[in-house]
């Protein structure tokens, strides 16, 4: 009994990774922010039904895809800024700033989780993935305070909050539709070009620089 128990949860995590899995790569596609429900099911190789049973509406599912993404990059810049040598402000930056490279699923979604991802969610599920965000600010915050010791207890996590606002706001920015990318090509438009990851550096630099010199001031 304890057997079929546990195998019928594998097959449970199973569809579960294999919608997660189609959902981002959808989300990657140029299509990512129209994909239906249908579209998902194909490319999971799962019915329309099924994926309902797992995610009542599209917004669940991206929510569960966003704390799926969300977790691989915290423990990957815990592991970063694990690594030994001499801390200041602007290494931290570049650290974090670097740990965004190459995620284009999670910069989309982590532009969307108040607006979208978190709206038409039931609240247990809201709820539980307000539990578990908490959870994963703190220990990242944390991290950063024992890398950047000016913070105060529990200014760590506010430097993450204040970070994601950086990040968001420049991927907005950055992630163009292929159309306005042409037009951002030509000479005329260069000024109002987003290059995300050297953007990225600069400001997070300021930030966490201007933070460590009005702590000593």
């Known amino acids: ?54 995610y009542p509406t599209r917004e669940a599912l991206l929510l569960g895809l966003f704390q799926r993404a969300l977790d691989r990059w915290f423990d990957e810049l815990d592991e970063a800024l694990a690594r030994g040598g001499r801390w200041t402000p602007a290494r ?62 529990g200014g760590g996590a506010r430097l993450v909050l204040r970070t994601r606002a950086v990040v968001s706001g420049l991927w907005q920015m950055a992630d163009a539709s292929p159309a306005v990318e042409a037009l951002l090509a030509e000479p005329e438009f260069a000024p109002m070009r987003v290059p995300f990851g050297p953007e990225l550096t600069v400001c997070l630099t300021a930030l966490y620089e201007g933070l460590a010199a009005a702590s000593e001031g």
């Open 1 to 54: 009994m304890v057997n079929q128990r546990a195998r019928k949860e594998d097959d449970k995590q199973e569809r579960r990774d294999a919608l997660l899995d189609a959902a981002e790569a959808l989300m990657a596609s140029a299509r990512w922010a129209t994909f239906s429900m249908t579209e998902l099911a194909a490319g999971a190789g799962l019915s329309k039904a099924t994926v309902f049973l797992y």
């Open 92 to 153: 931290v930056a570049r650290t974090v700033a670097e740990s965004f490279a190459d995620r284009p699923v999670l910069l989309r979604l982590l532009a969307q989780l108040e607006t979208v991802l978190e709206r038409n969610v039931p609240d247990e599920v809201v709820r539980a993935h307000k539990r578990w965000l908490t959870a994963r600010v703190a220990k990242l915050g944390a991290r950063i305070e024992s890398r950047l010791p000016w913070l105060a207890a």
